[in-house]
């Protein structure tokens, strides 16, 4: 139930770690002294990009490699010193490239006959996607002078009230009364309430949880108001918007982005009776308080054993393609996932594709819960997903946020509808509740957190919003995303608090990309409905597509417009029959 890190590096002190790291050294401070002398030559400017992009390929190879290994080991032991010291080092390493890919993308900008050069080399023609966006998005780009500038002044600016807030939150205690017993304890803890069968520990958490907000909420303002305020300055100076920076990250158009929106409206009425419904299973008259959003219906516990989960995944990924089965199966045998829940590891789940070995490693904490199984299979599908890009260049790996859920949420419909054929009314009550209240979390809840950021911006253009503003803005996209599904008695004024992405300059609008990821895996695998066996190889092609062609493009492959709201109105009605099915099974 442990991974194996060795594939990486055996340990911090050896030979291959420190190699490693010197190599990593050297090569960074040779390939600043090229840009300088070589980026400024317009002549021979395939020969200079070609170089780059060799530059470029070993530079993130070595850095992916260390920072990995370092990450991976830290986040299972958050008490190992030596890998904390090492991710700073890193992180530090890392910011050194800033000046090269400025003087690149300085270099692009300069170039009018890039269409005409690619075609005339093999290694260019193969990264032709990324030179022309980089291309593209060259016109946005400051002098060399000011983008290093600005990446020196966010280590005083938006990174230091991003760490500030994180230890706000971090170290807030929550005064809480318990049973009779009056406790303090961190905030994680008390938002885990938030699931408990009892509905009393259910409201003391939330009444106790928006009470210790008044701890923190004027320094949290003054972070969000500080990084916000360098966010608009900063965007402003290139020439767009927040949310078109977003759009052109996620390789997105804005047409897109309106469709979705449009069909997300249209159905908000439809969750808002999935919640209506379950405030009458819980007994409110007034629609569902916000601290009963994730109460747990039914009385059913559907346990596994490990070996029961990897049994259970991998029989059921093969009734979809033998190879995500055998892929599973390879990651299961060879020791890619820590699922052992212990002091000191991370909470939560994650993968990690490392490209330079390829392979991946996935985060877990595994109890047995049916859950726990939907994890480990929406983790794998990160996985899958991650093992369709490892025979491209390293350049062409990386795909936008978007559509980084496509295999994930494939992959753990894939499970979960197998274990809908096999359960009882009750369990499939269960079952269905906890999946429509995940996708009400991803539609609803990010639709509000959307409207929120939006009017955030907007009002952070003229001033610095007050902790009253700030409040009133979330309550206020709180009741447009959730209708009268929610009592207005019991929002969470304070959810802006609580999100650490508005806390993040280089994640703004870190919301949206969530919804459309639902909304896309979920009509991926509608196609595959319609087309059955016929389609698990383009599947595959378009999974390795995704680091080279923009979102648009890699879903025409198989003949969806994402410009078309009726592309995710048929995602929608998806989960709106899942919703029809969950009120049925609750009345019977």
Same mark, same amino acid.
């Given at each position: 139930?442990?991974?194996?890190?060795?594939?990486?590096?055996?340990?911090?002190?050896?030979?291959? %770690?420190?190699?490693?790291?010197?190599?990593?050294?050297?090569?960074?401070?040779? %390939?600043?002294?090229?840009?300088?002398?070589?980026?400024?030559?317009?002549?021979?400017?395939?020969?200079?990009? $070609? !170089?780059?992009?060799?530059?470029?390929?070993?530079?993130?190879?070595?850095?992916?490699?260390?920072?990995?290994?370092?990450?991976?080991?830290?986040?299972? *032991?958050?008490?190992?010193?030596?890998?904390?010291?090492?991710?700073?080092?890193?992180?530090?390493?890392?910011?050194?490239?800033?000046?090269?890919?400025? +003087?690149?993308?300085?270099?692009?900008?300069?170039?009018?006959? =890039?269409? $005409?050069?690619?075609?005339?080399?093999?290694? =260019?023609?193969?990264?032709?996607?990324?030179?022309?966006?980089?291309?593209?998005?060259?016109?946005? #780009?400051?002098?060399?002078? !000011?983008?290093?500038?600005?990446?020196?002044?966010?280590?005083?600016?938006?990174?230091?009230?991003?760490?500030?807030?994180?230890?706000?939150?971090?170290?807030?205690?929550?005064?809480?009364?318990?049973?009779? $017993?009056?406790?303090?304890?961190?905030?994680?803890?008390?938002?885990?309430?938030?699931?408990?069968?009892?509905?009393?520990?259910?409201?003391?958490?939330?009444?106790?949880?928006?009470?210790?907000?008044?701890?923190? $909420? @004027?320094?949290?303002?003054?972070?969000?108001? /500080?990084?916000?305020? !360098?966010?608009?300055?900063?965007?402003?100076?290139?020439?767009?918007?927040?949310?078109?920076?977003?759009?052109?990250?996620?390789?997105?158009?804005?047409?897109?982005?309106?469709? #979705?929106?449009?069909?997300?409206?249209?159905?908000?009425?439809?969750?808002?009776?999935?919640?209506?419904?379950?405030?009458?299973?819980?007994?409110?008259?007034?629609?569902?308080?916000?601290?009963?959003?994730?109460?747990?219906?039914?009385?059913?516990?559907?346990?596994?054993?490990?070996?029961?989960?990897?049994?259970?995944?991998?029989?059921?990924?093969?009734? %979809?393609?033998?190879?995500?089965?055998?892929? +599973?199966?390879?990651?299961?045998?060879?020791?890619?996932?820590?699922?052992?829940?212990?002091? &000191?590891?991370?909470?939560?789940?994650?993968?990690?594709?490392?490209?330079?070995?390829?392979?991946?490693?996935?985060?877990?904490?595994?109890?047995?819960?049916?859950?726990?199984?939907?994890?480990?299979?929406?983790?794998?599908?990160?996985?899958?997903?991650?093992?369709?890009? #490892? *025979?491209?260049?390293?350049?062409?790996?990386?795909?936008?946020?978007?559509?980084?859920?496509?295999?994930?949420? %494939?992959?753990?419909?894939?499970?979960?509808?197998?274990?809908?054929?096999?359960?009882?009314?009750? !369990?499939?009550?269960?079952?269905?509740?906890?999946?429509?209240? *995940?996708? /009400?979390?991803?539609?609803?809840?990010?639709?509000?957190?959307?409207?929120?950021?939006?009017?955030?911006?907007?009002?952070?253009?003229?001033?610095?919003?007050?902790?009253?503003?700030?409040?009133?803005? #979330?309550?206020?996209?709180?009741?447009?995303?959730?209708?009268?599904?929610?009592?207005?008695?019991?929002?969470?004024?304070?959810?802006?608090?609580?999100?650490?992405?508005?806390?993040?300059?280089?994640?703004?609008?870190?919301?949206?990309?969530?919804?459309?990821?639902?909304?896309?895996?979920? &009509?991926?695998?509608?196609?595959?409905?319609?087309?059955?066996? @016929?389609?698990?190889?383009?599947?595959?092609?378009?999974?390795?597509?995704?680091?080279?062609?923009?979102?648009?493009?890699? +879903?025409?492959?198989?003949?969806? *417009?994402?410009?078309?709201?009726?592309?995710?109105?048929?995602?929608?009605?998806?989960?709106?029959?899942?919703?029809?099915?969950?009120?049925?099974?609750?009345?019977?």
């Amino acid at each position: 139930m442990r991974w194996s890190l060795t594939e990486l590096y055996p340990s911090f002190d050896s030979e291959e %770690f420190q190699g490693d790291l010197t190599k990593l050294k050297k090569a960074i401070d040779e %390939f600043n002294s090229w840009c300088d002398e070589k980026l400024n030559i317009p002549e021979d400017a395939r020969i200079r990009l $070609e !170089e780059y992009i060799k530059y470029s390929q070993d530079i993130t190879s070595l850095l992916t490699k260390l920072i990995t290994f370092a990450s991976l080991t830290s986040s299972v *032991d958050a008490n190992d010193e030596e890998a904390l010291k090492y991710l700073d080092q890193l992180s530090v390493l890392g910011s050194k490239l800033t000046k090269p890919q400025v +003087a690149l993308q300085k270099f692009i900008k300069r170039l009018d006959d =890039l269409n $005409e050069l690619i075609p005339t080399s093999k290694l =260019l023609y193969e990264h032709e996607f990324y030179l022309k966006e980089i291309k593209k998005n060259s016109k946005y #780009m400051l002098s060399e002078e !000011e983008e290093v500038l600005i990446a020196k002044l966010r280590n005083t600016g938006s990174r230091a009230w991003a760490n500030l807030q994180n230890k706000l939150v971090s170290n807030l205690l929550v005064d809480v009364e318990i049973d009779g $017993e009056k406790k303090s304890l961190p905030l994680p803890v008390v938002r885990n309430m938030a699931y408990h069968k009892d509905q009393g520990v259910r409201k003391a958490a939330y009444e106790a949880e928006l009470k210790s907000y008044e701890k923190i $909420e @004027d320094s949290s303002a003054a972070a969000l108001n /500080g990084i916000k305020g !360098e966010v608009l300055t900063v965007t402003e100076l290139r020439g767009y918007s927040p949310l078109e920076e977003v759009l052109i990250q996620s390789r997105m158009d804005k047409k897109a982005l309106d469709a #979705m929106f449009t069909a997300i409206k249209e159905y908000l009425p439809v969750f808002h009776k999935y919640y209506r419904q379950k405030a009458r299973i819980l007994g409110h008259r007034e629609g569902l308080p916000f601290y009963d959003l994730f109460a747990p219906v039914g009385d059913v516990d559907i346990k596994f054993t490990y070996e029961e989960a990897q049994d259970f995944i991998v029989d059921n990924f093969r009734t %979809f393609s033998v190879k995500l089965a055998d892929f +599973a199966q390879t990651a299961f045998d060879n020791n890619w996932l820590d699922v052992e829940p212990r002091k &000191g590891k991370s909470g939560g789940a994650f993968c990690s594709n490392i490209h330079p070995i390829g392979e991946s490693r996935i985060m877990a904490n595994f109890e047995g819960s049916f859950s726990n199984v939907i994890t480990l299979a929406h983790e794998l599908g990160h996985a899958y997903h991650g093992s369709t890009l #490892m *025979d491209e260049s390293i350049l062409n790996s990386r795909y936008p946020m978007p559509i980084a859920e496509t295999a994930s949420i %494939f992959c753990e419909t894939i499970v979960v509808n197998a274990q809908l054929e096999k359960s009882t009314d009750q !369990e499939k009550l269960s079952i269905l509740e906890s999946s429509i209240s *995940d996708a /009400g979390q991803v539609i609803v809840d990010i639709y509000s957190r959307y409207l929120f950021e939006s009017r955030l911006f907007e009002i952070r253009r003229d001033h610095s919003l007050s902790v009253d503003e700030l409040k009133n803005l #979330m309550l206020e996209a709180q009741k447009e995303a959730y209708g009268d599904g929610l009592d207005h008695e019991y929002l969470h004024p304070y959810m802006w608090i609580n999100k650490s992405h508005y806390y993040s300059a280089g994640r703004n609008f870190y919301n949206f990309p969530y919804a459309f990821g639902l909304l896309f895996a979920k &009509g991926i695998y509608a196609e595959y409905l319609k087309r059955g066996k @016929d389609f698990v190889a383009e599947y595959d092609r378009l999974l390795n597509a995704t680091g080279k062609k923009n979102i648009k493009d890699v +879903a025409a492959m198989v003949g969806i *417009d994402v410009n078309d709201p009726d592309f995710f109105r048929q995602s929608l009605s998806l989960i709106e029959k899942d919703i029809e099915d969950f009120i049925k099974l609750s009345v019977k």
